[in-house]
């Protein structure tokens, strides 16, 4: 839902990204490390593209990789297959192709599919992956606080977002958008009945969510007014908090929010709730 994104040291950057490739591309002998590989950016037929996405739910995030093909297919339930094999630190995930359906959701999308890295101990594997008839080496780091993909060749698979950090569980987001003086008002009343109920003001590592954008100071990095269909007068309000109670409260106090008609107030929580 939340969207986001030298001169001097022109020498230096090849060097670093061919030790980079070096590094992560190693005898699987020895230890993995969890670094992106240089390859090139072009299409190439039967690529896969992959990024970490977790999946929210009662008993919080989950961790996925989610994974399409770049083919328009004209139905919206084709779906890209997949086998997945682990061997100790050993990866092996296989794109076999895309399934046509029995029945057509007409609707224009690419194909795609999920890998469950839920069950997965912490650490980091050595993936080889297969894609478009192609193999080729990376890795997948699982860690407390991120996880860090790696391929390559993105040729044959291609990793949108190497490092993604992991929400906390009992993590809210979300943002204001205040359309008048009153509505601003308003926004500090929302939150301060926020506070009262329990929901923490936090700050995260800076970073890339698979939802939303930390800054340097922690603090969530808001959707314009002009991107989400608002004003441009419109004043936007980041949210960031940690709260472990009932989410109907919060839904609560979203519903009773004063200046109604000009303020909108969204939040999310790592659960896979949200209240307006």
């Known amino acids: 839902m939340f969207p986001f994104h030298y001169t001097r040291f022109t020498f230096l950057l090849p060097c ?128 407390t606080d991120r996880v860090e993909v790696s391929s390559c060749d993105s040729n044959t698979v291609a990793v949108r977002n190497p490092i993604t950090y992991r929400i906390p569980a009992t993590t809210v987001w979300g943002q204001s958008y205040a359309r008048t003086p009153a509505a601003q008002a308003a926004v500090a009343v929302v939150l301060d009945s926020l506070r009262k109920e329990g929901a923490v003001p936090i700050t995260l590592p800076a970073g890339r969510y698979s939802y939303f954008q930390v800054d340097a100071t922690g603090k969530l990095v808001p959707i314009s007014a002009s991107q989400n269909g608002q004003p441009a007068s419109a004043i936007v309000t980041p949210v960031l908090l940690s709260y472990s109670g009932n989410f109907a ?21 790592a659960r896979g709730e949200n209240a307006w």
């Open 16 to 143: 670093l990204a061919l030790a980079s490739c070096l590094t992560a591309c190693q005898d699987k002998k020895d230890a993995p490390e969890a670094a992106q590989c240089a390859g090139t950016s072009a299409s190439a037929a039967g690529r896969v593209v992959v990024r970490y996405q977790e999946q929210l739910g009662s008993t919080g995030p989950a961790a996925t990789l989610l994974c399409n093909d770049e083919v328009i297919h004209p139905c919206a339930n084709y779906t890209l297959e997949q086998v997945v094999a682990t061997t100790g630190s050993q990866l092996s995930i296989n794109f076999t192709g895309v399934t046509t359906p029995t029945l057509c959701l007409t609707h224009p999308r690419l194909a795609y599919t999920q890998v469950d890295l839920s069950k997965l101990p912490l650490g980091t594997y050595n993936v080889t992956w297969q894609a478009g008839g192609r193999q080729t080496t990376g890795s997948i780091a699982i860690l």
């Open 249 to 269: 409260r919060i839904k609560g106090i979203l519903k009773r929010k004063p200046q109604a008609a000009d303020l909108s107030f969204g939040l999310n929580s």
